[in-house]
């Protein structure tokens, strides 16, 4: 896709799992690459995919703590 094409695309809905749960977001793009959000009461939260289809994404809250080193 090139800048011109994204740029003239519209956002649609689109539904992802957060947790085991479904819920929806706002999506543009296609198969190889694509951008979805979504809104929050207090954060956003954004994934960018190349090359995965977005079918195959499962999202999962994780402590940052456990990947955070002292060193």
């Known amino acids: ?3 011109e094409q994204t740029h003239a695309s519209r956002w649609f809905d689109a539904t992802f799992s957060v947790d085991g ?3 929806r977001f706002r999506m ?3 198969e190889p690459h694509w951008l979805a959000y979504r809104e929050n009461e207090d954060t956003w939260l954004f ?3 190349r090359g995965f289809p ?4 499962e999202l999962v809250h ?3 703590r456990d990947y955070l ?3």
């Open 1 to 3: 896709m090139t800048l």
């Open 62 to 64: 994780v402590d940052p």
């Open 54 to 57: 977005p079918a195959s994404i």
């Open 21 to 23: 749960v479904p819920e």
């Open 47 to 49: 994934v960018h995919s």
């Open 69 to 71: 080193s002292d060193g």
């Open 28 to 30: 543009i793009g296609d």
